[in-house]
Structures are given as C-alpha cells and as structure tokens.
C-alpha cells in the first residue's frame, strides 16, 4: 500500500546520503542504462565548451588604392582641349616624366608640393559701392584653392618659351619647389592686397 510517509522518508535518506554515493548510485543508473558512467556530471563542462561557438577572427584589412589619383584626374580635366582627353592624360604623364628627370625624385608628390604652395587662400571680388570699385577679400575652399593654383600654373606655362608643353608644366613646377617663379609672386601679391583691404572683408581675415 502507497503510503506519504514512506516516500518523504526515503527522500529525506538519500539527501543525507554522502556525495560520493549519490555519485556511485548515479554511475550505476547510467551503467545499467547503456551510458557510460558519470557523462553528465563530469563531462559538462568540457562538452558545453566544445559545443560553444568560437569567436570569428577579425578580417584582414585590405587597403586598395584608387583606380585614378584624384589630383591628376583634377589636373587632366582643366588641361583638357576640345574633348580630346588621351591626349591631356598623355601631357600629364609626359609632366610627370620630365620632374622625375629634373628632380630624381617621385613627381607626384612633388607635384602635390607645387600644387598647395601654388593654392592661395583668398581671392579678391571688386564690387561697386558708393560709384567706387571695392575690393572684397573672400576665403577660399580647399577646391577652389586647388583649382586657381592649376589655373596659375597653366597660365604662367603657357608663357615660356620651351615647345613642349610638358616641358613648360615641368619647369614652372620645378620653379615653384625652389620658391622662384611668378606664380609664387603672384599669390604673395594677392595675399598682400587681401590683407590691405581685409576692413572690407565680411569674415575678418
């Protein structure tokens, strides 16, 4: 006959049990039941950090350069005449050629050199005011800067007297590097003049 008691009693022995014999009794369970013994009670950690998912390692970073270096593209663009762009790419490369003959050295950032020392920072707009001409100073954006000194340096190539155009962009480029030209004259003289009239500036200068 199923008696409470009886049950609450067994339960109550095998707690007071030593840990060694619940450990026993629950390897015999697993024998008789076609385990091997003591899986689950030793094994689990191991098999639960088997199983853990492994941390995927950070990809390799692969640092792929521009199909078109953005100054010579830029470069290229403002030599072009009537569309015909292989051949201001070629006067380019030929521009290239002759820095690396006049300098021994990389052109290209010999040219970025020539470029940003070229690249005024302002530029002066006249405007009326009162039936006078005032000049106003304005600030100017790294692209705008970019821009007037290229327009500078084609200008100021077109004067020399060599019959190679790449010839004449080399050596106005080569000039700007020494700190000798009129290019870099005629920055210096605009800066001048922006900061005789920097009162008419809206932004103080």
């Not at 830029?74 to 490369?93: C, D, E, P, Q, W």
């Amino acid at each position: 006959m199923f008696s409470p008691w009886r049950t609450t009693l067994r339960l109550l022995r095998t707690s007071a049990r030593p840990q060694s014999t619940l450990a026993h009794v629950d390897g015999a369970v697993a024998t008789s039941a076609g385990l091997a013994p003591n899986v689950g009670l030793v094994h689990a950690s191991s098999s639960s950090s088997a199983l853990a998912p492994r941390k995927s390692q950070s990809p390799a970073v692969l640092i792929i350069p521009p199909a078109e270096d953005p100054l010579l593209s830029y470069f290229t663009s403002m030599l072009l005449r009537n569309g015909n762009r292989h051949k201001a790419s070629r006067i380019v490369t030929l521009t290239l050629q002759q820095i690396h003959a006049l300098t021994h050295s990389p052109p290209l950032p010999i040219l970025r050199e020539a470029v940003s020392l070229a690249s005024p920072s302002v530029k002066i707009v006249t405007h009326k005011k009162s039936a006078k001409n005032v000049p106003t100073p304005f600030a100017l954006g790294d692209k705008q800067r970019t821009r007037m000194a290229i327009k500078w340096i084609l200008k100021e190539s077109d004067s020399r007297g060599e019959r190679n155009v790449a010839d004449r962009l080399a050596r106005v480029i080569f000039d700007i590097i020494r700190g000798d030209g009129n290019v870099l004259k005629k920055k210096d003289e605009l800066h001048r003049l922006a900061v005789a009239n920097r009162s008419n500036a809206r932004v103080r200068l």
